[in-house]
């Protein structure tokens, strides 16, 4: 027997008991619905977290602290940055570094108005590899030009408003202290060296804002640095004396699934590195297994739903063993029967899950509405952004096969039973 | 054509710890050969129906060889079985045993859905044979808006319909009235003469019997044969 006679022989004994097959694959939809809901809440929150958990650092990111060589904390120099370059995978180093006060303190000023920020030497071709995004201007074309923070106009206080401040000497204001207004783009900056103790200028460099970088993606965090190309670290080095100028560096990874491999070699080679993805990776054990815990319970409503299935089909031998008997006798291959019977509940299984999966996301669409609002009415929170329900590609996939192949599988005896009806019975049995 | 060899054959009646044997086919023996008309006759529940389901392959025998059109079928599996008869033989039933949810049409093209023909060829076969056992007009009609005698023409079609070498039919006018059961056996006869079908027909109806090329006859489980009028015309 040909494959699409096959496919229209199961299809007209389907049509033949429509309420009987609708009623079944309307038990195998609620099935595949809820155990694609369910599971969709562990995905859902799986990824509103780990979002939230990369919205402040980038995943393929990997943050270097120190180097030790046999315990010993060795530092961190241009070599060693050199060194982490030539790893595999890695697309970037930014070697961020700030001038501290020391004896010779660094200070801002624009204009008249003065500023708190810190200075930060950096590597703005290495920035803009690593996709640092400007809000206004653009990244620096020649050594005087800069970058300042998002903030930094906060920063700026006028002699005048600083002479009312309750201790003028304090260097750091609050930023609602400021009162520079407009845009600060363009503009010249003079970072000026004082020896602590004399209080005598040791030196002073004059820099134009080239651009300002993005806001911080956290709307706490602040942002009112300066950012300084690398050319002045070994000169700012002199003039405060510091040992090292790399006080923040990220590597930034090709891709998120080689930062493990990296970071197990940065480890390797006595590095103090910390990444959001080996944060998350632990979350994400603890987030699969709940997955598969959900699917698990899922599965066993689908399972449920197969007890209908195995009722339906063995009905439906019953019902046919006369037609059955009467086609084995004229010479059917039992095996072609048995395929006619495992398609019929192979497509209430098939029917079932796409119904499921359209419910489901209906389901899932309206939860991440419904949900957040009942929270926000009770508890008066507002800031839930959490997607509760998520349903990705795979999830419709596993649900898919777990529904398909529970359908086939309870449709497996009593199809075996239809390939063993006895010729003779049948026929004496008569329709 | 078809050749018994000392065919013995037994029912087991009874639940487990209390069975019994009732033997009903003794060291059976006869040989058929090729176009004839052969009648087997006896009494009812004599084994008529036991010997053609033997050879048919519906049951299988206690001991003894069964050959049909030159192959041993005596030990054939299942599914071995059912590919034979769809190439070798042809079924003709007392109760027709149409399927009811297919028409007139479609239940002579089963034989050949059930051989994988491709639907052109088989539309054209059906329809063709549905005009030679004289349904053209009912070829949409389903079993059960047909009379007894059109159920068994479209019956008789669909055993021909893959042309197969043997049919076997038990008891084929058992169901009909007199005048239906003498249209229906001369159609046995022309589509025997035109090509050259044996078939085996079971009867305990005498002026069937007496149509037939050769007549066995059970007694007790034995097998005895007659010859025929329509031999001896021969
Ligand atoms: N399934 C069975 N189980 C047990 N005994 C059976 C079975 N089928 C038939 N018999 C017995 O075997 C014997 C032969 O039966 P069979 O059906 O072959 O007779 P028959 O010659 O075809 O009769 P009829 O002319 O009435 O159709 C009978 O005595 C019957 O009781
Ligand atoms: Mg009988």
Redesign the pocket.
Known sequence: MKLSDQVQFTMRNMRKNKLRIFMTVLATTMGSAFLIVLASVGFGLQSSLMEEASSHQPLTQIQIWDRYESDELQGIDERTIEEIKELEHIRTVVPRGMVYHMDVSPSVTLEDYMSGAQVIVTDFEAEKDSNLSLSEGDFPASENEILVGYHFSESLISPEAAEQRTDPEDPYFAPEEGDYSGSVLGKNITVSFTNQESGEIVEEETFTIAGITAAPSRDWNRNGNIYVAGEFREHFMGLTGQEHMYTEINAHVTSVEHVENVTAELKEQGYSVYSISEELSSMNLFFNALKAGLIFVGTIAVLIASIGIFNTMTMAVTERTHEIGVMKALGANPAGIRRMFLMESGAIGLMGTLFGVVIAYAVSAASNVIIPAILEATTGTDTLNITFSAIPAELVLIAGLISVAVATVSGYRPALRATRVNVLQALRREA | MIEVKHVHYA?T?GKKGKRTD?P?LRDVNFEIRKGEITAIA?K???????LLNLLSGFISVDSGMITINGKDVTGLSEKGWSSFRLEHIGFVFQNYELIPGLTALENIELPMVLKGENQRLRREKAEKMLRKVGLEHQSSHYPNELSGGQQQRVSIGRALINEPAIIFADEPTGSLDSETEQDILTLIRTLNEEKNITFVLIT?DHEVASRADRRLTLTDGRLTEERGEYSEAK
């Open positions: 029912y009646i009732v009903v006896g009812s529940g004599s084994g008529k129906s036991t305990h």
